[in-house]
């Protein structure tokens, strides 16, 4: 497993418990994009299907996709795409104050 895969578990930790306060809904519809800010340093960056697990995903830009359906692909093939676009849903401060 490659050490960013790591990220994942308390990515959908956190996700839940917004579902368990009622901030979010499995069935709520998550915008599919590619375009992200470097945590590092802020400059943007996109992801290469080539390089994804999941590379279909990224079919779906532009697209809306139910949560529970990124989550699953997030936890089940990988998918660095749903993890990055989940992890802007709930912030990475916030995955991290889970850990």
């Known amino acids: 497993?490659?050490?960013a895969s790591l990220m994942k578990a308390p990515v959908m930790i956190k996700i839940f418990r917004r579902i368990d306060r009622g901030k979010f809904r499995l069935d709520?519809?998550?915008p599919i994009f590619n375009s992200f800010a470097s945590l590092a340093?802020?400059?943007p960056y996109s992801l290469n299907p080539k390089d994804d697990?999941?590379?279909e995903l990224c079919s779906?830009?532009?697209q809306r996709?139910?949560?529970k359906?990124?989550?699953?692909r997030m936890i089940t093939v990988s998918s660095n795409l749903a993890t990055n676009i989940l992890i802007d849903l709930v912030k990475a401060e916030s995955v991290m104050k889970t850990l």
Do not use: R, T, V
């Open 69 to 72: 359906e990124l989550i699953d």
């Open 1 to 3: 497993m490659h050490a």
């Open 41 to 43: 340093n802020g400059s």
């Open 65 to 67: 996709l139910p949560l």
């Open 53 to 55: 697990s999941d590379p």
């Open 28 to 30: 709520d519809l998550i």
């Open 60 to 62: 779906f830009l532009g």
